[in-house]
């Protein structure tokens, strides 16, 4: 089982849809929580980043976390096709590492 | 405040040789990590430095190697350079151990 696992995608969804992201962890310990955005080519931009249970919003952004299911996912509303792009989970585990999930791609639809 | 850099941007070489790559994080940011980036293996911690000590290290060989400097500064080293390490390198900074980390661009590494 990988520490953080997310579906591949590709997630297609029309403009002005609401994308959502998943993200599952095995670390029981783990404390925070990570989004990036990662265009082609590109370094991961951070998106969101989340250490309590519940929703964190940020703009078009909400975080939800659950940590009894070792949870996280990312809502994005009113999907724009500038927010085509890989979305990758990050966790830091017990020991203090940053492990990263496979990454969604999100494709946003005009 | 400037972002993270890291150089050079891309390089070139050959299997066998050995190559050293620098990044300098955000001002004030005293952690640094490393991460390598491959199609098939995604994002994958190498290590973390913090107050000029290895705090952390993924699971990769001795051949990859880093150091920080009294100014943050870090660079991670590869000796004997195999086709498989053709990757993208990105570091990562953050003000503080365990911190939100902000990533640089990046270096593009092609070993031929």
């Known amino acids: 089982q990988k520490e953080v696992e997310q579906n591949s995608g590709p997630l297609s969804v029309p403009e002005g849809a609401i994308a959502s992201l998943n993200c599952t962890y095995s670390d029981r310990g783990s404390q925070s929580f990570f989004w990036y955005r990662q265009y082609s080519g590109k370094s991961p931009e951070l998106i969101m980043s989340i250490y309590s249970n519940g929703d964190k919003e940020d703009g078009r952004f909400t975080a939800q976390l659950n940590k009894a299911s070792q949870y996280v996912s990312l809502l994005i509303r009113d999907s724009q096709p500038s927010d085509s792009a890989t979305y990758l989970c990050a966790v830091n585990n017990q020991g203090g590492k940053l492990i990263f999930g496979q990454g969604t791609e999100l494709s946003v639809k005009p | 405040k400037a972002g993270v850099t890291q150089t050079p941007r891309y390089l070139i070489k050959t299997r066998g040789q050995q190559v050293t790559l620098s990044c300098s994080p955000i001002s004030g940011h005293r952690s640094v990590s490393w991460y390598q980036q491959t199609p098939g293996q995604g994002l994958q911690f190498l290590f973390e430095?913090?107050?000029?000590?290895?705090?952390n290290k993924g699971n990769f060989p001795g051949r990859f190697s880093g150091r920080q400097f009294s100014n943050s500064r870090s660079e991670m080293n590869v000796s004997t350079l195999e086709l498989g390490d053709s990757a993208l390198y990105l570091c990562?900074?953050?003000?503080?151990?365990?911190?939100?980390?902000?990533f640089g661009p990046g270096t593009r590494l092609l070993v031929l």
């Open positions: 990562a900074s953050s003000p503080e151990y365990q911190e939100t980390q902000y």
């Open positions: 430095y913090f107050s000029e000590t290895q705090r």
